[in-house]
């Protein structure tokens, strides 16, 4: 039993990882998005780049590794409700620039599930 607990707890912490990777590699992946659909104001990167610290710094406070995976998780999952606090703030934005938010997020909680049933 222990060692399942502690296979359990080795996955936790590759789901976290991976989820904080995902979360830090937001930047680069922005970037990638802008290429393809249009300029991109700074208030917006500001304001993404706010998002990505609150992100990485609640979701490594000093919590359990399965709690602070709860928290990246749900940063992921609803960034799609952050960007559209984004649009509403900067007036930018569009429905190509929406839809590569939504398959990065798909993306990630993809990758971050991967893992959940090896133990």
Known sequence: MKKKKGKKNFF???????AKEWIEKFDSYWLSIIDRTEPCPQIVYDELKKWQELALNNC???KSDEENLKVA?????????????????????SPGITKEIENWRTQALFEIDKYKNRY
């Open 12 to 18: 936790v912490k590759e789901q976290l990882e991976i």
């Open 60 to 62: 490594s406070i000093g």
């Open 73 to 93: 998780i749900e940063f992921i999952k609803n960034f799609p409700i952050y960007w559209t606090t984004i649009v509403v703030k900067t007036l930018f934005g």
